[in-house]
């Protein structure tokens, strides 16, 4: 299976300011075939389900607000919160889609307002 | 609008089947653009993917439950359902249903989820 590393596990930002999240995968999730990287996140608010922020590592889904971007290739990903919105509290996940089954998430990173 | 739903019991004996059914609406199980699957959360963790299906009737579990589980679709009534076998306490979480894009599995919808406790 693939692990997904997440660091840190929680980081506290100020309003307006960036945060940075950063996933590990242990093999590389690009294929070179078609030059994507199968790599999404996801944003979890409390009592929530995840919510599709990110695929192929820096494609943003409908509706998902610019100051989210993610960056990234083979094995390092960041997710970047661009100046962060007091409604941006959530953990975020990443997951790797890659090959074959099991498709496996991070153990999430907690962003917080400092 | 892609809806999906859960549903089932909020409590299971241990050693007994977790039954649960997800039901879409907005779109079509048999469609070629999705898989749907059920991934879980137990409480205050992280997410873990159960498994898939595929309108072709390909179907893939997590190897790590696939001695246990079942996942069965039923398209008159364009749900689907997941049976998890002999459950102990480590399967209470939060179970989910979700629409993963065929040639990604990325999920973009997901059900509310339905917690379900195992305990006598």
């Known amino acids: 299976d693939i692990v997904m590393t997440q660091f840190p596990d929680s980081l506290a930002v100020s309003l307006g300011e960036r945060a940075t999240i950063n996933c590990k995968s242990s093999?590389?999730?690009?294929?070179?075939?078609?030059?994507?990287?199968?790599l999404a996140w996801y944003q979890q608010k409390p009592g929530q389900p995840p919510k599709l922020l990110i695929y192929?590592?820096?494609t943003r889904e409908s509706g998902v607000p610019d100051r989210f971007s993610g960056s990234g290739s083979a094995t390092d990903f960041t997710l970047t919160i661009s100046s962060l919105q007091a409604e941006d509290v959530a953990v975020y996940y990443c997951q790797q889609y890659y090959g074959i089954p099991p498709w496996t998430f991070g153990q999430g990173t907690k962003v917080e307002i400092k | 609008q892609v809806q999906v739903q859960e549903s089932g019991p909020g409590l299971v004996k241990p050693s007994e089947t977790l039954s649960l059914t997800c039901v879409v609406s907005g779109d079509s199980i048999s469609s070629v653009n999705n898989w749907w699957g059920w991934v879980r959360q137990a409480p205050g963790k992280g997410l873990e993917w159960i498994g898939e299906f595929y309108h072709n009737g390909i179907i893939n579990y997590n190897p790590s439950l696939k001695s246990r589980v079942t996942i069965s679709e039923d398209r008159s009534k364009n749900q689907f359902s997941l049976k998890l076998s002999s459950v102990t306490a480590a399967d209470t979480a939060i179970y989910y249903c979700?629409?993963?894009?065929?040639?990604?599995?990325?999920?973009?919808?997901w059900g509310q989820g339905t917690l379900v406790t195992v305990s006598s």
């Open positions: 192929w590592a820096s």
């Open positions: 093999q590389s999730v690009l294929y070179n075939s078609n030059n994507k990287n199968y």
């Open positions: 979700a629409r993963g894009v065929a040639g990604a599995r990325y999920f973009d919808y």
